[in-house]
């Protein structure tokens, strides 16, 4: 299991630009990611609903309010801070699952837009959002990753980001993956999908490779099946690693998802004109969304998918809805 991640996590080859100044913690975000059932936010939820941030530059009004419950006070600090810490905090606290930040993240991700920069730092703390079992905690740092790029969740976001996937090399590989992001949050999902079917088509390995890292962001059930198709018949041994890792734990897919795509990796197992590597993801992958360890036995699984009559999926994450 320890060599299939970190088997994912490392490119063959790094990416030529610079605005990604950290390109090997971007591919172990990319990889070590697991999309399991989620925590719910607790019983303190109905306290800090309603609780709001306020931009630094107006009186933190709510504070004096707030601070005889030293856990609202600690909260009430950050109605004192500039909204890019505000941020960074918060999704920092969520990261370490503290109860009641989604809730503000949520309440609050709008009001950062034009606020809140893409810094070096909260790229970071996306990263690590991003790698969470929670899918609540990747969907927070997807929005607030969405407002500090100054992408609106509206199709004229999804255009210029393919204006820049077409015309942009060095702006591509994170444009394809905020791509996928935009149609998670609901925005033109199908136009979506077809653009990233396209591109992980393109004659360029990069492009096919971010695409299909895009296509894992989307999280949709349509997006299954070009991940599948990738992973089997792409013609770099890159892509199709991304696509098993994609499939397996990466980006946005349920743990339902993720399972509905269990047959299909079976059947790959069939194919005898798989290489050796490829079979590898084959198995890791099925080990990753399974939780069987069951090696490497093509019988062992099959044997166990047959007699697996009454499979409880384990429950998507869905908690906290943003808007």
Not at 1 to 10: L, T
Not at 228 to 234: E, I, M, N, V
Not at 291 to 320: R, T
Request: glycine share 6%.
């Amino acid at each position: 299991m320890k060599a299939f991640r970190k088997h994912f996590s490392r490119p063959s080859e790094p990416l030529s630009f610079s605005l990604l100044r950290n390109y090997a913690l971007a591919f172990v975000f990319l990889a070590a990611i697991s999309a399991v059932a989620g925590f719910e936010v607790g019983h303190l939820r109905a306290i800090w609903a309603d609780l709001k941030l306020v931009p630094a530059v107006a009186p933190p009004a709510s504070a004096s309010q707030l601070t005889s419950d030293p856990v609202n006070a600690d909260f009430a600090e950050l109605t004192r801070l500039a909204p890019q810490q505000q941020a960074e905090q918060l999704l920092e606290r969520a990261i370490h699952r503290q109860q009641g930040t989604l809730d503000l993240i949520r309440d609050n991700v709008e009001g950062w837009r034009g606020r809140v920069q893409n810094t070096d730092h909260l790229f970071d703390l996306v990263l690590t959002a991003m790698k969470s079992e929670d899918l609540r905690i990747r969907s927070a740092a997807v929005e607030i990753d969405l407002v500090a790029n100054n992408l609106p969740k509206s199709p004229k976001s999804v255009a210029r980001l393919v204006k820049e996937i077409r015309k942009d090399p060095v702006e591509r590989p994170f444009a394809l993956w905020r791509l996928g992001a935009l149609g998670n949050r609901g925005v033109q999902p199908k136009v979506v999908l077809a653009h990233l079917v396209a591109f992980s088509r393109d004659a360029n390995e990069q492009t096919r490779f971010w695409a299909v890292e895009g296509l894992a962001m989307l999280g949709s059930d349509a997006a299954i099946d070009p991940l599948l198709d990738r992973f089997a018949h792409d013609a770099s041994p890159r892509v199709r690693q991304r696509a098993a890792c994609g499939l397996a734990e990466s980006g946005m897919l349920t743990r339902e998802q993720r399972f509905a795509a269990v047959p299909d990796l079976l059947n790959l197992l069939d194919d005898d004109s798989l290489d050796s590597d490829t079979r590898g993801w084959v198995y890791g992958a099925l080990r990753l969304i399974t939780g069987e360890p069951l090696g490497n036995n093509p019988h062992a699984w099959q044997e166990w998918w047959a007699h697996h009559d009454s499979i409880k999926k384990p429950g998507s994450a869905k908690g906290i809805v943003f808007a």
